[in-house]
């Protein structure tokens, strides 16, 4: 509609204006990861983001996903000014991991090395020596484990279960989950998946086990929509945020794409595959942020100092 074109070419004139650019992942409105794309931003996944936020010369980033994106941004480039259309974007890896009870965790247990998801508030990154994406978390952890390293991981039990099947590593788990990856039913998908026998299967690691055990390909989002380019198959079932869907339809065009089931009725189904806090992001309160240059992320720099340690360890690591 109209109006719709109308509010999308006012972002455009803002971010030229504002000399900012646009990070968004893949879960946000579909919109938003259109207009990332088209002025020059990114879409992407966790660690791409960060990467992107930290090597791009604009001295504002609007980061359209959730806080620990727009913090790993501010801690990765102190000197940029990092923009959020909602800052009460939050996700439940980060709120069921508060810092003070981390830092009692990571006391009790001096002798393992601390690995974290980006998942997690500055604060508890700032208490880790690594922090990894999903993207290279395995990889991660499976080179600390060839060191001998005892690992101890925070937040995301599933992830964190699924690195230590795969790896054979010593990890302490902290016992966090995601609320909508936890909705993912391992039996519905079982189900599903006699009805579409040649279906190939996508999954997200912080799904539960049941649901990774039916899985064709486990990964990152960029992984996973890298996987669906790329796999001989004409239909998928995917096992993540639906958000995901516009991206990976426009990337394997004339490929079907089937969002794996949550709980057997939605009625009891708290998020329905698609994140609530992503879904705060929207064009409206994107205009508005450009137009105002309001809420922007601030880490302490003490927080950041520390915390940037962690990050640059995968960065690095990836590189
Ligand atoms: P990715 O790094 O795979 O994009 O995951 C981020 C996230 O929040 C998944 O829920
Ligand atoms: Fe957090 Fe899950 Fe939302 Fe990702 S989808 S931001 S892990 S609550």
């Not at 965790?105 to 990154?125: I, L, Q, W």
């Not at 486990?218 to 001989?232: F, H, K, L, N």
Request: charged share 25%; with cysteine; hydrophobic share 45%.
């Amino acid at each position: 509609p109209a109006e719709k074109i109308a509010l999308k070419e006012r972002i455009k004139r803002l971010l030229k204006e504002r000399e900012a650019v646009l990070v968004a992942h893949y879960y946000v409105d579909a919109d938003l990861q259109d207009l990332a794309e088209e002025t020059g931003g990114c879409v992407s996944d966790s660690l791409e983001m960060a990467r992107f936020g930290r090597d791009h010369a604009a001295k504002t980033l609007v980061v359209a996903g959730v806080r620990f994106m727009g913090e790993t941004a501010k801690i990765l480039s102190p000197e940029k000014r990092i923009l959020m259309p909602d800052l009460d974007a939050t996700c439940s890896l980060d709120l069921g991991c508060p810092a003070d009870e981390f830092a009692a965790f990571c006391d009790a247990h001096p002798d393992r090395t601390v690995v974290v998801y980006a998942n997690t508030s500055a604060a508890v990154k700032a208490r880790a020596d690594w922090m990894v994406t999903s993207s290279i978390g395995l990889d991660i952890v499976a080179h600390l484990h060839a060191q001998g390293k005892k690992i101890l991981w925070a937040p995301d039990k599933h992830l964190g279960s699924y690195i230590q099947q795969r790896t054979g590593a010593d990890m302490l788990l902290w016992q966090g989950s995601c609320l909508v990856h936890d909705e993912f039913k391992g039996v519905e998908l079982d189900l599903l998946k006699a009805e579409y026998p040649n279906a190939k299967v996508l999954v997200h690691p912080e799904s539960p086990a049941n649901v990774v055990a039916h899985a064709d390909m486990v990964g990152s989002t960029s992984q996973m929509i890298a996987a669906a380019v790329a796999m001989d198959a004409d239909t998928f079932i995917v096992a993540t945020d639906n958000g995901i869907l516009h991206k990976m339809r426009a990337a394997a065009p004339g490929k079907r794409f089937i969002e794996a089931p949550t709980a057997g009725n939605s009625a009891t189904c708290k998020s329905c595959a698609h994140c609530p806090w992503m879904a705060m992001n929207g064009l409206q309160n994107l205009a508005e942020v450009l137009e105002n240059m309001g809420n922007e992320i601030h880490v302490e720099p003490q927080v950041g100092q520390l915390a940037v340690r962690s990050i640059n360890r995968m960065l690095d690591f990836a590189a």
